[in-house]
């Protein structure tokens, strides 16, 4: 790749957004691919399509055996924390550690940087992953798990908007290396992830799910302005995990009724 590289979109950015966001084992990327990363966001969508399709996939094997589905939901989550180096997971665990566990901005921020987890991390974890649980246990059997590649596809969109909506609250760290994303590659994110959210649940669906996310967004990004006056790696893991848990629940009520 050229050093002055300025193309919109490169079909490479798909590679170095799974690079980004997950564990999987990609061919390796020049070093110079690494200064297209803000550019590659608008591929976020689409890394979560492969992460949730591939638990999916593990899922289904769960079902095919004729295991309950709550089995199958421990195993969908499962296999999409281990896809994904469970990186949001840990940015909750942290952003609850910090937001919580400190009463300045730069003890706040020093909290979010230590590796130790502390009580606020354990239960975000433990109320995350156990809402997520059963609410994909009472999904599934309804709809089986269409549903949830949308949502992973809305909640990745969430992280490149939290991205330019908020300047870097460190001058290091993941989200500072990569950039302040441009915004026709937020646009395009948005625009893929809700054409696939179109196609799986519809048009009245996915304007609910926007509404709730563009809702939670707007107060995720308060917050973090008043606990640490900008955005960090984190704070995007944490914001995926958050709109991921409420547009499952989302899902759940209105595929219900």
Wanted: hydrophobic share 55%.
């Amino acid at each position: 790749m050229r050093k002055n590289d300025t193309r919109h979109f490169s079909l490479r950015d798909i590679q170095l957004a799974l690079v980004l966001l997950t564990r999987l084992p990609l061919p390796k990327m020049p070093p110079d691919a690494f200064l297209r990363q803000a550019h590659a966001v608008w591929a976020f969508p689409l890394v979560g399509i492969c992460v949730a399709g591939c638990a999916a996939v593990a899922g289904g094997l769960t079902t095919a055996a004729g295991l309950p589905s709550t089995v199958t939901a421990g195993v969908f989550l499962c296999v999409q924390m281990l896809i994904s180096g469970a990186m949001h997971e840990d940015g909750l665990a942290d952003t609850a550690d910090g937001f919580w566990g400190g009463f300045t901005r730069e003890r706040r921020l020093e909290i979010m940087k230590d590796s130790h987890i502390g009580t606020y991390g354990v239960l975000a974890l433990i109320v995350s992953v156990g809402l997520r649980w059963v609410t994909l246990a009472a999904l599934l059997p309804i709809s089986g798990f269409a549903p949830v590649l949308a949502v992973a596809a809305l909640s990745r969109a969430a992280m490149p908007v939290m991205m330019i909506a908020l300047p870097n609250a460190r001058s290091t760290g993941l989200s500072q290396s990569v950039g302040r994303p441009p915004l026709r590659s937020v646009l395009v994110s948005g625009l893929i992830a809700s054409g696939i959210s179109l196609i799986i649940l519809g048009l009245s669906v996915t304007l609910v799910l926007s509404a709730i996310g563009i809702a939670l967004l707007l107060g995720l990004a308060g917050l973090a302005q008043v606990k640490i006056k900008g955005q960090t790696g984190d704070i995007l893991g944490a914001t995926q995990q958050v709109l991921e848990l409420a547009l499952l629940i989302g899902c759940l009520a209105l595929i219900s009724i």
